[in-house]
T-cell receptor, first 113, second 112 residues
């Protein structure tokens, strides 16, 4: 079955690193994504990783994928108050379910000055 | 390029009324989806489409219909609105299976 789990809240101090975690259950996932949602807005794609990769770095963002444990994480270096938002991980499927993207519940990141 | 456009932005319905949420994209994307977002539940997939004339059910399809007669448009119909359908609805599109979705700004629906 398809299930994506995230912890609901994370609070960090400005300048610290944030690590947001996600677990998924379906091993047929092809791509895994991280999205950011600011209050009252839609979702913005931050980054993605293909399921045969272990790590991807994009400026302050680092994505780590542990396929054996079906665990995905997003690390934000030097977290700023503007990073306060809800972060969603999502998994995409292959073949005839290729249109589906299943999301976790979202992690609300609060950055304190 | 307007991206993904959803209308209306806000809507209040009475129980039992029907309505259509509109979604249009001008990026020639093949894949489109409808999600609903409820507090503490993330985004749940209602219906999705992998091309004109092709639709499929997501996690929570009951009470909703979709059609995809053109690549650009993917309307979501509420057949007989219920208070449980009070939510924020997002439409999204992407060019293919390996890409992330681009989201619209959402429709906030209240059913009283």
């Amino acid at each position: 079955g398809e299930d994506v789990e995230q912890s609901l809240f994370l609070s960090v101090r400005e300048g610290d690193s944030s690590v947001i975690n996600c677990t998924y259950t379906d091993s047929s996932s092809t791509y895994l994504y991280w999205y950011k949602q600011e209050p009252g807005a839609g979702l913005q794609l931050l980054t993605y990783i293909f399921s045969n990769m272990d790590m991807k770095q994009d400026q302050r963002l680092t994505v780590l994928l542990n396929k054996k444990d079906k665990h995905l994480s997003l690390r934000i270096a030097d977290t700023q108050t503007g990073d306060s938002a809800i972060y969603f991980c999502a998994e995409s499927f292959r073949d005839n379910q290729g249109g589906k993207l299943i999301f976790g519940q979202g992690t609300e990141l609060s950055v304190k000055p | 390029n307007a991206g993904v456009t959803q209308t209306p932005k806000f809507q209040v319905l009475k129980t039992g009324q029907s309505m259509t949420l509109q979604c249009a994209q001008d990026m020639n994307h093949e894949y489109m989806s409808w999600y609903r977002q409820d507090p503490g539940m993330g985004l749940r997939l209602i219906h999705y489409s992998v091309g004109a004339g092709i639709t499929d059910q997501g996690e929570v399809p009951n009470g909703y219909n979709v059609s995809r007669s053109t690549t650009e448009d993917f309307p979501l119909r509420l057949l007989s609105a219920a208070p449980s359908q009070t939510s924020v609805y997002f439409c999204a599109s992407r060019p293919g299976q390996v890409y992330g979705y681009t989201f619209g700004s959402g429709t906030r629906l209240t059913v009283v």
